[in-house]
């Protein structure tokens, strides 16, 4: 799959990155905020987004809004440090942080399944 992560802190996007890798996907782009997550997307269409919930200016569950409204396909995971409500933000789950490599294959895989309206 092709992955686009999202998230203010470059160390966690560069560390999320290899992360994908070793789940043997690739890493369109890297980006730091919101904003720049709903231009990378319409670049790159990526089958998959690991967007950080809490960014400075625009935050996660704004920005896969943004994504999913434009883009009804979109699959978004948002990351967060804390459990977070996901409800109207068109995401499919959190992924909590520290992110684990089973549960980033695991998210990952189940965000590749055919949903209903596929």
């Known amino acids: 799959m ?5 998230d203010d802190q470059k160390s966690v996007g560069t560390s999320l990155a290899e992360l994908v890798r070793l789940c043997h ?5 890297v980006v730091g905020s919101g904003l720049e997550a709903i231009h990378a997307y319409n670049r790159h269409r990526p089958d998959v987004v690991l967007m950080d919930y809490q960014m400075p200016k625009l935050n996660g569950a ?4 943004n994504i999913v ?4 396909g979109a699959r978004v995971i948002l990351v967060s440090g ?8 068109g995401a499919l ?6 992110i ?3 549960k980033l294959y695991a998210v990952l895989y189940d965000a590749a399944q055919p949903r209903p309206n596929d």
Do not use: M
């Open 25 to 29: 996907h690739e890493v369109v782009e």
């Open 62 to 65: 704004t920005a896969c809004r």
């Open 2 to 6: 092709r992955v686009l992560i999202a």
């Open 93 to 98: 789950t959190v992924l909590v942080k520290p």
């Open 100 to 102: 684990r490599l089973d």
């Open 69 to 72: 409204a434009k883009h009804p």
């Open 82 to 89: 804390s459990p977070k409500e996901i409800g109207g933000s």
